[in-house]
């Protein structure tokens, strides 16, 4: 799997570490804004010099929230890759929806993170940003490589890849923010059965 590209990152110390645990805790469970370095100093058991020395600014411990949770979903998923043959690529399009499944069973009771990240931070100049933004992408080039091994060979080669990838990303994005809403049961598995129906045809 490729690696993350995020923005320049901070040397973790144990304190650093202890400040960022509190802080992905905070802000995945009350949002970024609503979260102040007060709040996480206190958390974290460190003054907020240190916090400021270990980071900088609120804006660079938001990086490395993100960043280090797209570096986990990276794993996650290339694990639950790795575990599908090569040569079955339908079944590892499927795979990514099985992934989010489990994460969001273990991770992502609030849906989303960059989802729900990118509703604060609107603002390409925030250094957060390009972590959102870059995820997303990351995204959309697995589905289109995982795309392009289904279609291997078709008439309508590139063209009908980006489609059926487009397509994968709207069904895989639609299910974060429904299980992040708690709009119906089993997003996951409902997008899941729409994805097989696409690769199908059926």
């Not at 320049?8 to 905070?26: D, F, I, K, N, S």
């Not at 469970?29 to 058991?45: C, R, T, Y």
């Not at 990838?165 to 049961?185: C, T, Y």
């Amino acid at each position: 799997m490729k690696p993350a590209e995020h923005p320049p990152r901070v040397r973790m110390t144990p304190a650093a570490r202890r400040v960022l645990a509190a802080a992905e805790r905070l802000f995945y469970a009350h949002g970024i804004h609503a979260v102040g370095v007060d709040l996480i100093a206190a958390e974290s058991g460190v003054t907020k010099k240190t916090l400021y020395d270990r980071f900088g600014s609120k804006e660079q411990i938001v990086v490395e929230y993100l960043a280090g949770r797209d570096e986990r979903w990276r794993v996650f998923l290339g694990g639950r890759l790795d575990a599908v043959p090569e040569g079955e690529p339908a079944a590892r399009v499927l795979a990514v929806f099985d992934a989010s499944r489990a994460w969001a069973a273990e991770q992502g009771s609030r849906g989303c993170a960059m989802i729900n990240a990118h509703a604060e931070i609107g603002d390409p100049a925030h250094p957060a940003y390009p972590v959102i933004a870059g995820q997303k992408a990351w995204m959309l080039d697995l589905f289109t490589t995982l795309a392009g091994q289904v279609e291997a060979g078709d008439a309508d080669g590139v063209e009908g890849a980006e489609r059926l990838a487009r397509a994968l990303m709207l069904l895989h994005e639609g299910a974060l923010v429904a299980h992040g809403l708690g709009v119906f049961p089993e997003p996951f598995a409902r997008a899941r059965e729409e994805a097989r129906r696409l690769l199908t045809g059926g």
